[in-house]
């Protein structure tokens, strides 16, 4: 039996747009950070029976995926138990399917592959299930490069720099913790099929990437922060701008906006970012975490707070 554990990620540029919908290939590059304390399970072991059994929360046809690719690849077709439990809410925009499939993929390399698969080929396997589960396989600041082969052959992941580079804490204010109302695949299909900044969106990516690696090189928060908001904003702009909308933002949403607003305007360097759900991620320095945390506790329309910083080692992500 194999046990691995993958935590979340967060993106700051963000990816939301396929040029591939098969292959989950994207259509620009994403760059992200990845959690700590934010993980998934997934355990993985020969079925005494003839069939696969999933012991999964939801659907269980982005899992079947990932399973299918590493059979092929690997040529092993013995029936499996798997099952993947997320330590945290899932389907609510905390990128629980990016945690989960990461772990899944990396538990099946393990199992079938005996921890020989190279990462890369890993992440083909993970990219199937959900497309921003690659930037969970490695710790840090890490890249998605979104590449043009039609194949996905230079749809690569690699790490920019690790979590040391430029400590940051995350403080998340759960608005709700359900799963979300439309599917980010569903979503950035209808953005695309009727948003008119949808191209716009995609064309401002080489500019915002380059100015967030610009202000990563430099340890610049403040720039990183600035252009990791105005590429969050300008992506709910697009779903905003679809018909009908896709509208992830509840009133706690806005509130924790504000709240992000105010705390800078009061000389706390901090900064929001929000995904396909209410949730609003605000990171900051880890000496600002407690300030910002308490902060949040006092909005009303919260229900929860999760804290979380970069972390992890490649090394204690796959065994932890
Ligand atoms: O990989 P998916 O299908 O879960 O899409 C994720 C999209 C966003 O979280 C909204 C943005 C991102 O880059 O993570």
Redesign the pocket.
């Known amino acids: 039996m194999i046990k691995v554990s993958a935590p979340s990620n967060i ?1 700051l540029i ?3 747009g396929k040029r591939d919908r098969a292959l989950n290939l994207p259509l620009t590059s ?1 760059l992200s950070i990845t959690l700590s304390s934010l993980i998934s399970e997934a355990t993985v072991e020969e079925s005494t029976g003839s069939e696969d059994l999933w012991d999964i929360m939801g659907d269980p046809s982005k899992s079947q995926r990932v399973l299918a690719a590493a059979r092929k690849d690997l040529g092993d077709h013995r029936p499996l138990k798997i099952s993947i439990v997320n330590h945290f809410p899932s389907g609510a925009g905390l ?1 629980s ?2 945690s989960s499939m990461a772990a899944l993929a990396l538990a099946l390399s393990q199992f079938l592959g005996s921890g020989e698969v190279p990462l890369q080929q890993i992440a083909t396997w993970s990219r199937l299930g ?4 690659v930037r969970s396989l490695l710790p840090g600041y890490v890249l998605w490069e979104a590449g043009t082969d039609p194949e996905g052959k230079d749809c690569l992941v690699r790490q920019l720099h690790p979590a040391s580079h430029l400590p940051l804490s995350l403080v998340v204010c759960v608005v709700n913790d359900q799963p979300k109302h439309i599917g ?2 569903a979503a950035m299909e209808r953005c695309r099929d009727t948003s008119p900044i949808y191209d716009g969106f995609h064309q401002r990516n080489d500019a915002d990437l380059q100015l967030a690696q610009e202000a990563l090189v430099q340890g610049d928060l403040l720039t990183l922060g600035r252009v990791a908001e105005a590429n969050c904003l300008a992506m709910h702009n697009v779903m905003h701008q679809a018909i009908p909308p896709v509208d992830y933002f509840m009133p706690g949403t806005h509130e924790a906006i504000a709240l992000t607003r105010q705390l800078r305007a009061n000389g706390v360097p901090c900064f929001f970012t929000i ?2 759900g209410p949730n609003v991620k605000i990171f900051c320095s880890p000496e600002y975490q407690e300030v910002v945390s308490q902060a949040c506790r006092a909005l009303p329309g919260l229900v929860g707070i999760l804290e979380d910083r970069l972390g992890l080692s490649y090394e204690e992500l796959l065994t932890k």
């Open positions: 993106a963000k990816y939301w994403s990128a399917s990016a959900s497309g921003s589960s980010s695949t995904d396909a």
